[in-house]
Structure formats: C-alpha cells, structure tokens
C-alpha cells in the first residue's frame, strides 16, 4: 500500500503530491503558467512560494481541500478553507437539500458519509436493510464500513461478501493514498481485522422468485438478503464539485441502484 506523504516542509509535501500525480516538474510548471526552474526550487526549498503559487501548484496537482490548507500552514500561510460543522446555520440549506435527495431517492437506499465513513444521514431504504442489526453498531456514532463488514453487522447477509469487502477495503486504501488521517487509518485496521463469517464464500441459492436467475451485471453489485429473498443493488457515490469548504468537500452521497428486475420489483412493492 502507498504510504502517507512525508516531509513537513511545503517543498517536499508539493514534491510528494506530484510524483504521486506522476507529473514531470516541466508539465507542473507548463499547467501553473510557472518554470520548472522554480517548481525544482519550491521543492528543494530553494525558493518560497507565494500563497497563490501554492494554491495554483495544489488546484494542478488535484491536491484535496483539507490538505491544501496544510499545504499553506507549511509555506507559513493562514488556512483558506473553512471547516463549518454540518450543525451550523449556515449549512442549513446544504442540509435540507441533502434530506430532500435521500427522501426522493426513496425506496432505493441513500445515505450520507462524512471522510471517516461516519453516516451523517440515511433514508428510509437504508433503515430497511439495516433492521435486526445489534443496538451497539446502530448506536451514534454511526459508521458504514463498521456496520457493513463487521460479523454481527450486515457483513453475514452479504451473499457475495468477499468481493464486496475486497471493493470497499481497497476504496479505503484508495482514499489513504489522498489525505493523511489517522482515523481513516484506524478504522481501516479495524475493519480489515474482522473474521469473515462462516457464508463468507457466498451462497446464491438464497435467491428466491421467478425473477432470481442470474443477471447479467454491469457493475459489481451489492448482494444482501433481505427477509428471505437476496436483493442486488450497484453502489454510486458523488461528491461537491469545487467545494470551498473542508467539511463540504469530504462528504460523499452513496445511492444504491437496484441491480436487476426483481429488486426494483420487490422495492416498489414496498412503497405505500
């Protein structure tokens, strides 16, 4: 796995985000409107970068927002970005359309995660196929990777669980490889540490109905039983384009698209 940037100098952390961007000094230079000549003396400390020069090389090198901060607070600069706690009144409206997306997205399953995977909202899809789950992992904070991949969470209904696990544990990794966070790291060590449940090799003859024969896929589905039946759904996540605020840019909107006929199907017949 990809370590964590090192060097504390903004020199080394801009050298470290574009030798993982795999971007030559001369392409940085040529997309900054700069020289490579100066990028090579921003990097080796040579020279000291503007505030606008930090925020250009980090817009370039796709730097996230909360680790841009870091990098100005390195080139001795004040933070740009705010974090705004999701509860302040200036978030409202950001609030109410979040709830407005979940509520229409209904009975498909929606949640909202913050960078850690902590669940900042969910509608009533999810709340059905988290029903029976043990109080301790619904208990606040609620945590989507915990709840999904622990033994006594949804992790046992999961009919193809290996490759499920192998997705969201490899999307972890993923996202260490961008930011340095050592909750994330955390939780990803304790995740990964937890046993597989005995179905963990999968079982489709769970499936019920006339409408369970295979389907063909056209993106790793999520397979969950649900009383009786296995129900697949295809996972789609979106973020805040151009966020200018730490909080905004780390949440993530997870829907869940029902993967085949009988799951729309079963899905509908549950709306009053």
Do not use: C
Not at 29 to 42: K, P
């Amino acid at each position: 796995m990809t370590t964590a940037l090192s060097g504390t100098g903004v020199g080394p952390l801009l050298r470290g985000w574009r030798e993982r961007r795999r971007i030559s000094q001369l392409e940085l230079a040529l997309r900054a409107g700069s020289s490579a000549r100066h990028v090579s003396f921003i990097e080796t400390g040579r020279s000291r970068p503007s505030e606008e020069m930090v925020l250009r090389l980090a817009e370039h090198l796709d730097v996230p927002v909360r680790e841009r901060n870091a990098l100005l607070l390195a080139a001795g600069y004040a933070p740009r970005y705010a974090e705004t706690p999701l509860g302040d009144p200036a978030m409202e409206a950001l609030r109410e359309g979040m709830e407005r997306l979940l509520q229409g997205y209904e009975p498909y399953p929606a949640l909202v995660v913050d960078g850690t995977y902590h669940v900042l909202a969910a509608n009533r899809g999810i709340a059905m196929l988290l029903d029976g789950l043990p109080e301790h992992l619904l208990s606040p904070p609620l945590n989507a990777m915990r709840i999904t991949l622990h033994p006594e969470g949804l992790a046992p209904r999961i009919r193809n669980l290996p490759e499920w696990r192998g997705h969201l544990l490899h999307q972890m990794e993923r996202q260490m490889a961008l930011v340095r966070s050592g909750a994330l790291r955390s939780l990803y060590d304790e995740v990964a540490a937890y046993p597989l449940p005995q179905n963990a090799a999968g079982d489709e003859s769970e499936a019920t109905g006339p409408d369970s024969a295979p389907y063909p896929y056209f993106a790793l589905p999520l397979r969950i039983e649900h009383e009786g039946r296995v129900l697949s759904f295809v996972s789609s996540i979106s973020t805040f384009n151009t966020p200018l605020d730490v909080t905004v840019a780390e949440l993530a909107i997870e829907t869940f698209l029902p993967a085949d006929p009988a799951t729309v199907k079963y899905l509908q017949s549950l709306t009053p």
